[in-house]
């Protein structure tokens, strides 16, 4: 069974840093495009950052430039390194990818910037 488990989120202040990491089971990872996405309070769930599985990486404009996805096949984890929060990236934020037209999601990791 495929399992997505997101982690690292919390809460910072503006300016502040924060590294999430998803971590999968039951696939080989390695093959696999992983996408980012998150979803602030009565918002659409938006694309953050997608790596592909032979690494090449693309950015929300939003973000581009303070964010940065990596993936460790080693170890079936992808990372979301996020520089320089804002308020406006306050929001619960997802890993997800696609096996065989079917989306799979993890449950979701909250991240609050507040001073």
């Known amino acids: 069974q495929v399992q997505l488990v997101e982690s690292g989120g919390g809460t910072v202040q503006p300016g502040g840093s924060l590294r999430l990491s998803c971590a999968s089971s039951?696939?080989?990872?390695?093959?696999?495009?992983i996408n980012w996405y998150r979803q602030a309070p009565g918002k659409p769930r938006d694309l953050v950052a997608r790596i592909i599985s032979a690494g090449t990486t693309d950015y929300a404009d939003s973000v581009k430039g303070r964010f940065t996805v990596s993936r460790d096949n080693a170890k079936n984890t992808s990372y979301l390194q996020m520089n320089n929060l804002t308020p406006d990236d306050t929001a619960v934020y997802y890993c997800?990818?696609?096996?065989?037209?079917?989306?799979?999601w993890g449950q979701g990791t909250q991240v609050t910037v507040s001073a």
């Open positions: 997800h990818l696609r096996q065989n037209f079917r989306d799979v």
């Open positions: 039951g696939i080989t990872f390695s093959v696999y495009a």
